[in-house]
């Protein structure tokens, strides 16, 4: 079947404009995160999604990046105002189960802030 | 906060040796998640720990969870080009949320044919 899907791949921004990313979990997964991974480094988690619940943000790192899950499928992942330190790959990944540590990971954004 | 650190940073191997990668923390975790990255591509999980000293295969790979809880290795026997990649130890954060992984920041494999 498909996996989770995130578009666009690339997006290549001017400092202090507004992005969207959106993630397309893979069908049936009530979890869904939000990862970053900057150049040479590990991943980092950003927020969690679990069906109703409210969400865990407390990996987002300022209050000029926010997240939305609508109708417990897509999530858009906003950065308004960006920054050059922004840049970085965002990963969306979605497992079947809450909070569950197998998780599968879409193929991310590239995000370069010029 | 957790930190995972992996070694080596980077390998460059023959085609057909056999790799060795680890993880070590100063903090034990419960869970040792091995995942390998192509370029271009997510993260996909190779191989899940789950208890201390437990050993696991899946085709060429083994990894094993340490006694300790503080360490995970990975080994590839038999190396092919297409395992080159980016190899990440991973595992929940403590404090319950299983869903919150801590990323070491990999080993990145070459292999040549």
């Known amino acids: 079947g498909a996996g989770v899907s995130q578009s666009p791949s690339n997006k290549v921004t001017e400092k202090g404009k507004d992005v969207e990313l959106r993630c397309d979990p893979i069908s049936g997964h009530t979890a869904l995160y939000w990862y970053r991974q900057s150049l040479g480094q590990g991943l980092e988690f950003l927020i969690y999604f679990q069906g109703n619940s409210a969400p865990d943000k407390s990996g987002l790192p300022s209050d000029r990046f926010s997240a939305e899950r609508t109708g417990g499928s897509v999530s858009t992942l906003t950065i308004q105002r960006t920054q050059q330190e922004d840049s970085a790959v965002y990963l969306c990944a979605s497992s079947p189960v809450a909070g569950s540590d197998t998780q599968y990971f879409g193929p991310g954004t590239r995000l370069t802030v010029l | ?113």
């Open chain 2, 1 to 113: 906060g957790q930190q995972l650190n992996q070694s080596p940073q980077s390998m460059f191997i023959q085609e057909g040796e056999d790799v060795s990668m680890n993880c070590t923390s100063s903090s034990i975790f419960n869970t040792w998640l091995w995942y390998k990255q192509e370029p271009g591509e997510g993260p996909v999980l190779l191989i899940a720990l789950y208890k201390a000293g437990e050993l696991t295969s899946n085709g060429r790979l083994t990894a094993q969870f340490g006694i300790t809880r503080k360490d995970s290795f990975l080994n590839i026997s038999a190396s092919i080009p297409s395992d080159v990649g980016i190899y990440f130890c991973a595992g929940p954060n403590s404090g319950g949320s299983n869903y919150k992984l801590t990323f070491g920041k990999g080993t990145l494999l070459t292999v040549n044919p």
